[in-house]
């Protein structure tokens, strides 16, 4: 299989210039953000937008196909997604548009009739200096160099580790640790560690239950003093230690028996996970005597039931999306702070005291809101220009001042910085 594109379909780019002055980089380099928390440092922003939006700053169409969040890196925009028969992993220049390099990393693979994942890939790219880190949805595993896309090393979690792949394909974004990249293979080989110069195993992680792979993506974190990776699998959340893979705990409440999506969120020694179809959420605190660690749950919340939009903690809060209604929830007792149905069901990324969240349905609707625990405060909204028939899945991005919206091959760039 070739690792490039021998052609490369036309990208349409839309170019609308404006003036900004240059500010300290703040990119998005992987899923949910620098610090994979869906919360952004970035501040001087537009603090309420115009009647109908942002200024557009350029639009790009022609990527391909597919639900993944791109991410912003060193003058980069990276993504993935179906074109034609191949799954290609893209770069385009961040100020413009202009595509870089494309790469095939796999070929599209035909879903069994009943099981959904035409439309293509789910990951977002992971940067890592000069190298970038996606899974493909059949867990074609990738490593390729930022500068030209070239293939520097490649796995399949299904042939190399033993793993299956979920009923809508393989989602998850990798982890990038020190030098080692987390992948989630799912069953014997639950989790793995690979180094991320040469992909060679560090070491495989077998848990008690031996689950399937799902939809969402790890996380590290100090709990209890150790360091550990969490992940959301088939029958619940599940940690492993960073060192060498030991099981640590697991907490189960939070899954379904149908998909689990989310982020885990964590906060000192407490971690919240949640999902939907008619289960919600819960908080364990996570503590450690002598060698064995504990998950005692501290609560559970049915209103929260978060699909795959996402949860973000700000000041001792949790906004996320639960059954069509945007919730504020406290983390610590789980107590209601206020809800409200205009969002709907959507995204959610934080930034500069605001709430972005992106209606998944009908016209694209994107929210500003106030990250504000006292009551819901819309400070400007809009509807996508050029939406799809398909499901905007996609998250939304802040990076450097601008605001992106992937919705299937179309890219959109907002200017939301203050001027």
């Known amino acids: 299989m070739s690792s ?22 703040a ?9 994979r928390t869906g919360v952004s440092k970035e501040t001087g922003l537009l ?4 009647k109908d939006g942002p200024t557009l700053a350029w639009k790009v169409t022609g990527l391909g196909g597919g639900y993944c969040t791109p991410s912003i890196a060193n003058g980069k925009i990276f993504g993935m997604g179906y074109r034609g028969g191949d799954e290609v ?25 009943g099981v959904g994942y035409p439309e293509g890939s789910r990951s977002t790219p992971t940067v890592d200096g000069d190298q970038l880190y996606a899974t493909g949805v059949d867990g074609d595993l990738a490593c390729l160099k930022v500068a030209d896309g070239k293939i520097v090393w490649q796995k399949s979690l299904k042939k190399d580790f033993g793993g299956e792949r979920p009923s809508w394909g393989f989602c998850e974004s990798p982890l990038i640790d020190g030098d080692k990249v987390i992948c989630t293979p799912g069953k014997k080989n639950t989790l793995a560690a690979l180094n991320k110069h040469t992909g060679e195993t560090i070491w495989m992680a077998s848990v008690p239950g031996a689950d399937q792979a799902q939809y969402a993506s790890p996380i590290a974190a100090e709990i209890a003093g150790q360091r550990q990776y969490i992940q959301f699998v088939k029958k619940g959340i599940v940690s492993v230690g960073a060192s060498d893979g030991s099981f640590l705990w697991r907490y189960d409440a939070p899954a379904n028996g149908t998909a689990n999506c989310s982020t885990a969120v964590v906060s000192n020694d407490n971690v919240f996970a949640a999902s939907s179809y008619g289960n919600g959420g819960g908080l364990v605190n996570v503590t450690k005597a002598g060698d064995k660690f504990e998950a005692k749950e501290v609560y559970f919340d049915k209103k929260m039931q978060n699909h795959h939009g996402g949860m973000v903690l700000v000041d001792g809060y949790l906004y996320g999306e639960g059954g069509g209604i945007l919730r504020c929830i406290e983390f ?18 934080y930034a500069d005291g605001h709430l972005y969240f992106r209606n998944e349905g009908g016209k694209g609707t994107i929210y500003l809101i106030e990250a504000n625990p006292k009551e819901y405060v819309e400070k400007g909204r809009f509807d ?20 992106y919206i992937l919705d299937q091959d179309t890219l959109l760039c907002y200017d939301i910085k203050q001027k």
């Not at 603090?47 to 115009?50: F, G, H, R, T, V």
């Not at 610590?332 to 990324?349: D, F, L, Y």
């Not at 050029?386 to 905007?392: L, S, V």
């Open 384 to 403: 996508q220009p050029e939406r799809t028939k398909k499901n905007a899945w996609s998250h939304p991005v802040i990076a450097n001042g601008k605001l």
């Open 27 to 35: 990119d998005s380099p992987q899923w949910q953000g620098p610090d």
């Open 332 to 349: 610590k007792t789980g107590k209601v702070a206020w809800e409200e149905r205009t969002p709907g069901k959507g995204s959610i990324t």
């Open 89 to 113: 992993l893209w770069a385009l220049e961040e100020k413009t548009g202009k595509e870089l390099w494309a790469t095939k990393i796999a070929a599209v693979i035909l879903p069994k009739k």
């Open 4 to 25: 490039r594109l021998a052609f490369l379909p036309v990208i349409a780019v839309i170019a609308i210039l404006a003036t900004t002055t240059t500010t300290p980089a």
């Open 47 to 50: 603090k309420e937008w115009p």
